[in-house]
């Protein structure tokens, strides 16, 4: 089964840096396995494996290929945010977070007041 969390897109420049690392032979066994593993995770590729078939190609546990998966999650992330500078924020943008946060906000005080925090 695939993972339907944490799920991996690398983009065509991260796939070629992974790529590379894997072919140039100067790095230790342990990041050529985790590059290999998140090539085979990713998402973007037409060939999908399951995580257990990606676990027995490299002779590892599934829970091993899933806390892979689960340390390019954030990984990206934080890619997605250091590209958030290029983004131009415009007033109305600005206004609708406004608007969720307070609507969020009341929603639940009323919330709270109705139930409290009950044990």
């Keep these: 089964m695939r993972t ?3 799920k991996v897109y690398l983009e065509a420049e991260q796939r070629a840096e992974l790529v590379w690392m894997t ?3 100067k790095r230790g ?5 985790h590059a290999n593993i998140l090539l085979d995770l990713d ?3 037409e060939a999908k494996y399951t995580q257990k078939q990606i676990a027995s190609k490299y002779r590892m546990c599934p829970e091993t290929v899933a806390k892979i998966a689960r340390f390019a999650y954030p990984e990206q ?10 983004i131009k924020v415009s007033s109305e943008m600005v206004v609708v977070l406004i608007v969720n946060t307070v609507l969020a906000l009341s929603i639940f005080v009323f919330a709270y007041r ?3 925090l009950e044990s």
């Design 77 to 86: 992330l934080r890619i997605l945010i250091s590209q958030l500078d290029h």
């Design 114 to 116: 109705k139930c409290g």
């Design 4 to 6: 339907r969390e944490n």
């Design 29 to 33: 066994a342990m990041e050529i396995n």
């Design 23 to 25: 072919r140039n032979g």
């Design 43 to 45: 998402e973007n590729q």
